[in-house]
């Protein structure tokens, strides 16, 4: 008997095991991808050309801006996310952001000059994210209104906001 020393095909498995449910689970994704549940800019006099956080069902996008017009796009998916933290100064924040797509090489990605509400509240809806997606909630029926408010108190961390 042959064993193939190469990897299998490891999505021949999800595709037979998810067959009938493609198109419905496909518009699913996009309904999801367009609701935005919050966005943030970093603080203008401080940062020339702000950035920007826009956190949606699926994943998180950092969009940098940099002088000359060009954009640099980190979009992660929720995940993928292995920590979130916030590290404030005196006047200002920042959000740091571990996608750990790679266990082995993770990658920070991080959003400086935030206003300080503005990264903690990011923070705990990410985090609150993080928590339905691995416990594996279908956020499909709920407001987005709504599921901003549970999330952000379910990511909360007691007596450190």
Known sequence: MFTS???TNRFSDYS?????RGVGNLNGLVR???NVLFSATSVFPFHISPD???IDENKVSIIHKRL???VQLHSVFVEDISDVTVQKNLILSTLKITDSTNPR???VHS???LKPS???SSRRIIQGLMCLKRTGVDLSNVNIKELTQKLDVLGKAKGAE
């Open 16 to 20: 037979t095991a998810h067959e009938g």
């Open 68 to 70: 000359g017009g060009a």
């Open 105 to 107: 090489f993770p990658v």
């Open 5 to 7: 020393i190469f990897p």
């Open 118 to 120: 503005d990264a903690f």
């Open 32 to 34: 999801q991808s367009q």
């Open 52 to 54: 920007l956080l826009i």
């Open 111 to 113: 959003v400086e000059k």
